[in-house]
């Protein structure tokens, strides 16, 4: 195989049945078919999710459509760089779609974690809070203390506190595909991916 | 549920017209598939039902039995390929769905009421 990735939308998850009756439990990728719109040198850029061509005027600008255009594909919704070799073999306008993958592969997903907020540290870092006995009010879910006094005067730079937490771009390496379904698209690849569903992943091949 | 989902569970599910109605108070009769080393063989499970829960390819039941004095319960997968029948040993008649207060009976009280079915009048008196 050439190009070594490949985008999807993540669907949910569920359980299924080996032959020897043990459960597995998957989730279910809708991955691909991507076009290929141009090619660099170590990667070539993809186009996943057609936009229909009433809304083509509304989402995109004019250079952004001409881009299409000129590259001779339709209109997509998301464009991304994927990793590919043997670029020479790969034509642009060609489409690349889940055969790329067979059960039993390593595969690694990156996506988009579910967003939590601006979180606390008993939620963000599994801080342990503190004691609300002993006289304590209002401090059951406090931080505590963050470094010294005088003898340093600052605070250690990473110092875990409150803040944004989720929503921030993840990969989970080493998981298996399942099954591919190469008629409706699908990719079942064993456990859990990052995001929330109907979220966009890419899916890549792990050496 | 997300129809796409939907459809990959159903290739894992079995018919369920090839599966008795049974619900909990019936007493079921189990054939479980047991693997050893190479070998493949029947292995029976019979007791009490206790419950019944989710749906689809999920669906799940709880069966109870007292083994040499010892309550011993298995969860099992309807649709699991693990199981090769279902013979449906005695209908009961109950009032709950889920059967759990027979964990705390001991002897007599553990027995559950058979539901009695009337085919026609006749079969009443």
Known sequence: ?207 | MNPIIESIERNYQKNLKDVPKFGPGDTVRLEIKVREGEKERLQAFEGVVISRSHSGLKENFTVRKISYGVGVERKFMLHSPNIASITVVRRGKVARAKLYYLRDRVGKKTRVKDKIFFKDESAKS
């Open chain 1, 1 to 207: 195989m050439s190009v070594k990735a490949i985008l999807g939308t993540k669907i949910g998850m569920t359980q299924i049945f080996t032959d020897e009756g043990t459960v597995v439990p998957v989730t279910v990728i809708s991955a691909g078919p991507c076009t290929v719109i141009s090619k660099g040198e170590k990667n070539v850029q993809v186009g996943y999710r057609e936009i229909r061509p009433e809304a083509v005027k509304r989402l995109l600008n004019r250079p952004e459509r001409m881009a299409f255009e000129k590259a001779g594909v339709k209109p997509f919704r998301y464009v991304r760089s994927l990793p590919a070799d043997e670029l020479d073999s790969i034509e642009t306008q060609s489409e690349i779609n889940v055969a790329m993958f067979k059960e039993g592969d390593k595969v690694s997903v990156t996506g988009t974690s579910k967003g939590k907020g601006f979180s606390g540290v008993m939620r963000r870092h599994n801080f342990a809070g503190q004691q609300i006995t002993h006289g304590q009010t209002d401090r059951s879910r406090a931080v505590g203390s963050i470094g010294t006094a005088t003898d340093m005067a600052r605070v250690i730079k990473g110092k875990k506190m409150p803040g944004q937490y989720g929503n921030v771009k993840r990969t989970v390496r080493g998981l298996q595909v399942v099954k591919v379904d190469e008629e409706k698209n699908l990719l079942l690849v064993r456990g859990s991916i990052p995001g929330a569903k109907n979220g966009l992943v890419v899916i890549k091949h792990q050496a």
